[in-house]
């Protein structure tokens, strides 16, 4: 059952640019995961965030944790080529598993 | 190590083959994941296993068959299979079994199927 869901499902933007997308949940969570996928292969970890953690930085990526909104959101600032992936948010499901959300594909434009 | 090495990259099969996809790790990570994913949607998990025994089948058809001889290893045995099997299939370890998405996932690259 999907627990996550992106928004948007599709972005373009300028290299250079910012891009935000957001992850939305239906059930209380304790741990936020976002992954990177480029075209056809497997998916990278990018960023976790706890439950009482509100924001996390790692390089270029910024990750909120909005839990009274069951939402968080991934910004990826000064945007580059080699960010033009589909990027998923994943959370915690029951007995353990890990459930994905649909994902954003994000194009960066030369 | 961080790698997860998946075998073959590709794989075309007919319906009446047998194949077998392989999934290598040497972080010592005990569990380890087969996840499916279709075009533009997210990953399905399949199985998961932890300390080399099935902890996880997620109702599976048996044309799919997972196997973990040692804790680096895990093959997914496939036969009979459909059209509609032609998917990415993805491998995955974690250092423990997740427990409330709390463990970081590691992928291989996948082996992308094709089915006739």
């Known amino acids: 059952s999907q627990q996550g869901e992106e928004d948007p499902q599709a972005l373009s933007i300028q290299e250079g640019e910012n891009a935000t997308m957001n992850c939305s949940y239906k059930?209380?969570?304790?741990?936020l995961q976002w992954y990177r996928q480029n075209s056809g292969r497997g998916l990278v970890h990018l960023i976790l965030i706890r439950s009482n953690e509100r924001e996390k930085h790692s390089g270029r990526l910024r990750v909120t944790l909005d839990t009274s909104k069951k939402s968080s959101s991934l910004l990826i600032t000064a945007s580059r080529a080699a960010d033009t992936a589909s990027y998923f948010c994943a959370t915690d499901g029951r007995d353990d598993k890990i459930i994905f959300g649909k994902g954003t594909r994000l194009h960066i434009l030369p | 190590d961080t790698e997860v090495t998946q075998t073959p990259k590709h794989l075309v099969m007919g319906m009446t083959n047998k194949k077998s996809l392989k999934c290598e790790q040497h972080?010592?990570?005990?569990?380890m994941y087969w996840y499916k994913q279709k075009a533009k949607k997210p990953p399905e998990l399949m199985f998961v296993?932890?300390?080399?025994?099935?902890?996880i089948n997620e109702s599976v058809p048996s044309r799919f068959s997972p196997e973990c001889p040692n804790s680096s290893l895990l093959n997914l045995h496939l036969h009979a299979l459909q059209p509609e099997d032609s998917a990415l299939y993805l491998c995955a370890s974690s250092r423990l079994l997740q427990q409330r998405a709390n463990e970081k996932l590691f992928f291989g690259s996948g082996t992308q199927l094709s089915v006739l």
């Open positions: 972080m010592g990570h005990r569990a």
């Open positions: 296993y932890s300390y080399e025994k099935l902890s």
């Open positions: 059930t209380s969570i304790n741990n």
